[in-house]
């Protein structure tokens, strides 16, 4: 799919963030992902996260915040959603431990799909 044609993500996330758990600081939110939401962020640009043992977690977010700050100028707080992914997965009980990020090439949030309906969204970090 090509960037010109991706949905940005107000339009393909506003009704499932309506409906999550939110954490205080309004930086995560916990999203129940419906499947034709899930399609379309398939077109997205994506890469696995090793949610195995905490430091594969922290491994392979630091992977994906290295990209996303040399490629589209935004990032995220590694230690923060490390933290949380980990943990996620052992509380839905995930095996294999894993997620994939989807994002997009503008500085907007990051969406963890932890299984088939569940997924972790996490505001960018921009950095001056």
């Known amino acids: 799919m090509e960037s010109k044609n991706l949905p940005g993500f107000k339009e393909l996330m506003g009704r499932e963030l309506e409906r999550s758990i939110m954490d205080p600081t309004h930086v995560m939110a ?20 090793d949610l195995s043992t905490k430091s594969r977690t922290i491994t392979g977010l630091t992977e994906l915040a290295t990209l996303l700050k040399v490629k589209y100028g935004y990032t995220l707080d590694v230690e923060l959603v490390s933290s949380s992914l980990y943990h996620l997965s052992r509380g839905l009980n995930l095996y294999p431990c894993g997620a994939v990020a989807h994002y997009w090439p503008d500085a907007s949030p990051v969406v963890f799909l932890l299984d088939s309906e569940i997924a972790l969204v996490v505001a960018p970090k921009i950095e001056e």
Do not use: T
């Not at 398939?42 to 696995?48: A, H, I, R």
């Open 30 to 49: 916990l999203v129940r992902v419906e499947e034709h939401v899930r399609e379309k962020l398939e077109g997205l640009e994506k890469m696995e996260i």
